[in-house]
């Protein structure tokens, strides 16, 4: 079998305008490509000949290659390439694993061509993850906190305090905190544990940020939080009870610093006294390009796995798979030794009026869509549920539209696809 290669990586092609793919797509047997043709041919050798460059149109999705080429005007204000803006969403193909789908084509092709058995994964998760990024990790635990909601209760900022509930909590322990929902994806995870039972192992994870000083200016890096504090120690030591992992949550100022990240790294370390493996970008802020020191800086600290690759205004398979792979370089070919695991979805992605906006049934159905691609695959489901947003009343989590407590009641038989 020969797959027949489009002129994507010529010297004077590739990284210039004319290397991007046009639409409409092309397709080959029912498949969006973004190179060559569907065309397919038997040679007087016997062999198959296949146009559509399955290759190329894998390399630019895996390697996010149009971020490289973009305008300044595709990414937001906080420097994240916008999924709007994307290829794959212009296309109608973001909530497609094209390069998954590819591999059944591939295979299927290779059957034509052997006498060897060439088997289908069988649909099923490899695994779930469920993860949470702590943000906010408490609603009020401090004096501060409790005026902030006392003045929030006057008619001058339209009375959208709550006092009484900050009171109770400032009063209790940090697990009566309305934010300390780890309990509820808990109970979610081992309620899916069960459902999959067989199929795979679900697990559950915490990314922490560390709050060091170079954080104390960025607003979007607040609020802040030490992790020597009683309560944050006490959050820790659920995770270690509860067999919760935990990764370290990169701060929006560190994001494009391999020096501060690495310093966050090792703070967490020294406070849950084991190698930190796996990272998430707060506000997803994943780099279009990792330089050669960032990815240098991850082998010599020990990170291995990341945990963003996401769109945050749009949900759907940015790396067109729905599986992990590892990170590779569009301007030098370089393959790293650092993991990326695709997010399937995140709760804000879903509900915020600036994002996608769904109504509670709408993602709920946008989410079976894409779960269902994920298990058709064989890839790995990975949710960020973020603990403020099932906190109870839902309005204290002081985010629109938030239906996702109510939504996750759901969720165990949506992703498994059973019934009552
Ligand atoms: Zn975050």
Aim: with cysteine.
């Amino acid at each position: 079998m020969v797959i027949v290669p489009s002129r994507f990586f010529d010297d004077d092609i590739y990284l210039t305008v004319h290397s991007l793919p046009s639409l409409p797509l092309k397709k080959v047997e029912q498949t969006p490509l973004l190179y060559g043709t569907g065309e397919q041919e038997r040679g007087s050798d016997g062999r198959l000949r296949i146009h559509a460059d399955l290759v190329a149109s894998s390399w630019f999705l895996l390697t996010r290659y149009e971020e490289l080429m973009a305008r300044s005007t595709s990414f937001d204000e906080h420097g994240r390439f916008i999924g709007k803006s994307s290829f794959a969403y212009k296309a109608g193909i973001l909530d497609t694993p094209l390069i998954d789908r590819y591999g059944v084509l591939l295979r299927s092709w290779l059957r034509s061509c052997t006498e060897e058995a060439v088997s289908e994964p069988k649909p099923s998760y490899a695994a779930v993850n469920l993860t949470t990024d702590l943000d906010a990790p408490f609603f009020c635990r401090s004096i501060r906190s409790l005026v902030r909601e006392i003045l929030r209760a006057t008619p001058l900022r339209k009375g959208s305090g709550y006092p009484l509930i900050a009171l109770r909590s400032i009063l209790g322990n940090a697990q009566n905190d309305p934010y300390f929902t780890f309990p509820i994806l808990r109970d979610l995870r081992f309620q899916l544990q069960q459902f999959l039972s067989g199929e795979c192992t679900v697990r559950q994870w915490l990314f922490i940020r560390s709050c060091l000083p170079h954080t104390k200016d960025c607003l979007y890096d607040r609020p802040q939080y030490s992790l020597h504090e009683g309560d944050l120690q006490y959050v820790l030591d659920y995770c270690r009870n509860q067999d919760i992992r935990i990764g370290l949550h990169v701060s929006y100022s560190a994001a494009g610093n391999a020096t501060l990240l690495t310093r966050e790294l090792s703070e967490l370390q020294k406070e849950v006294s084991y190698p930190i493996q796996d990272i998430r970008y707060h506000y997803l802020r994943l780099p279009s390009r990792f330089s050669s020191e960032m990815t240098q800086a991850f082998a010599e600290s020990g990170i291995t796995d990341e945990w963003s690759p996401a769109y945050a205004d749009v949900a759907g398979f940015r790396l067109g798979t729905s599986r992990p792979v590892r990170l590779m370089d569009p301007n030098d070919g370089m393959l790293h030794s650092l993991t990326l695991h695709p997010l399937t979805v995140m709760d804000c992605t879903m509900s915020d009026p600036a994002y996608m906006h769904l109504r509670e049934e709408e993602a709920l159905g946008y989410i079976e869509r894409l779960a269902h691609s994920v298990r058709t695959h064989h890839g790995e489901l990975n949710l960020l549920i973020h603990n403020h947003t099932l906190a109870s009343p839902p309005a204290l989590a002081r985010m629109p539209n938030n239906y996702h407590r109510r939504l996750l009641r759901s969720l165990p038989r949506t992703l498994t696809g059973t019934s009552d």
